[in-house]
Structures are given as structure tokens and as C-alpha cells.
């Protein structure tokens, strides 16, 4: 009797862990992520543009860049100043709003997604996604999949230094020294 008690314990704790809120940074997180309520709170008071890290809970990639990339120092202070971090769980079971639209949960298959994940990546959802929005809100560009340090500081100095609004990404790569991450 004991076995199935503990049985129905575990599946209860898992089910009210799956309907919480929305983490935003966790101890010793070296990016220090907030929640979108919080980043549309900080857009309002001060112009910054907003990182979104989209991931899901399943996603082996998603906890490489997490353990790799967003761990880096240089990497993680650079989004820290530059930018309004959100990490977002593309199945987050909560409402969203944005753009005075509501976007929800949809539960569909064995997992499910969000709608304000789904909107942000134009249908192709794929993890891990960040998605990079100028300082009233709107999408420049998602990308996808993993990126290490050195490739995600290219990609970080584009966005926040304002290249992608004048200089094509193939040059800009092509011509781009890294500052933040040294090779041996």
C-alpha cells in the first residue's frame, strides 16, 4: 500500500510543478534572468533591448547553453548590462500578455506549447531559441539552436551595439574580432 502512496505522491508533485510560475533566475545563475512581466515593467521605465532565452524543461541543448554559454562570465555580465533578460518555458502553462493580446497554453500532443513562444518564433519551434527585441518591444530576429560562447558573442555584438540595423550579418561576421571571449 505504502509503494502505491508514494507512487501517486510522485505523480502529484510532478503535475503541481508542471502548472507553476514562470522561474525567473535561480541561485547562482550568472545571467540574471526575469520573468516577461518584469522585462515589460523595465521596457516601460528605461529603453533596453530584450534577450528571451526560449527553452523547454526536455531540451538536452537548451541545459548545454545554459551550463556553457549562459554560464561564461564575460558572456553573461555582457547580456546582463546590455540587455533585459527573460527566460521564457515555450510550455508555460500561464497567460501571457503582450501587445495588448493574450496568448496562452494549448495543450496539444503529449506537451503542449505556448502561444507567445509560438508567436515570437514564427511557428518553427525549435530549442533553444533567443529571441532578441529592440527597446519598444518588437522582434528584430530569433535565432536557433545551441551557440557556443564565442559564436553567441558575435551574435550578442550585433544586436546590442545596433550592427544588424546598417551592416549585412555576413559581413558583420566576417569582419568581427572577439572582445569578450579570448582564444588560447
Not at 508533485?13 to 512581466?37: L, T
Not at 508567436?119 to 529571441?131: C, Q, T
Amino acid at each position: 500500500m505504502s509503494k502505491y502512496r508514494s507512487i501517486v505522491i510522485f505523480f502529484l508533485a510532478i503535475a503541481a510543478m508542471s502548472f507553476a510560475p514562470q522561474q525567473a533566475a535561480a541561485p547562482g545563475d550568472k545571467v540574471k534572468w526575469m520573468r516577461w512581466e518584469e522585462a515589460v515593467t523595465h521596457i516601460e521605465q528605461q529603453d533596453k533591448k530584450v534577450l528571451l532565452n526560449i527553452y523547454t524543461d526536455w531540451c538536452t541543448w537548451c541545459k548545454r547553453m545554459d551550463t556553457i554559454t549562459f554560464s561564461s562570465e564575460p558572456i553573461a555580465s555582457y547580456i546582463n548590462t546590455s540587455f533585459y533578460p527573460v527566460k521564457l518555458n515555450a510550455e508555460r502553462k500561464t497567460s501571457i500578455e503582450y501587445k495588448d493580446q493574450s496568448f496562452e497554453f494549448v495543450d496539444n500532443g503529449k506537451r503542449g506549447y505556448h502561444q507567445f513562444a509560438a508567436e515570437l518564433l514564427r511557428g518553427r519551434m525549435s530549442f533553444p531559441s533567443v529571441v532578441f527585441m529592440d527597446e519598444q518591444g518588437d522582434v528584430i530576429q530569433s535565432i536557433v539552436g545551441y551557440k557556443s560562447p564565442e559564436e553567441f558573442e558575435r551574435i550578442l555584438t550585433y544586436f546590442a551595439e545596433d550592427y544588424y540595423k546598417e551592416t549585412p550579418w555576413s559581413a558583420f561576421k566576417r569582419n568581427y574580432s572577439p572582445k569578450l571571449i579570448k582564444k588560447d
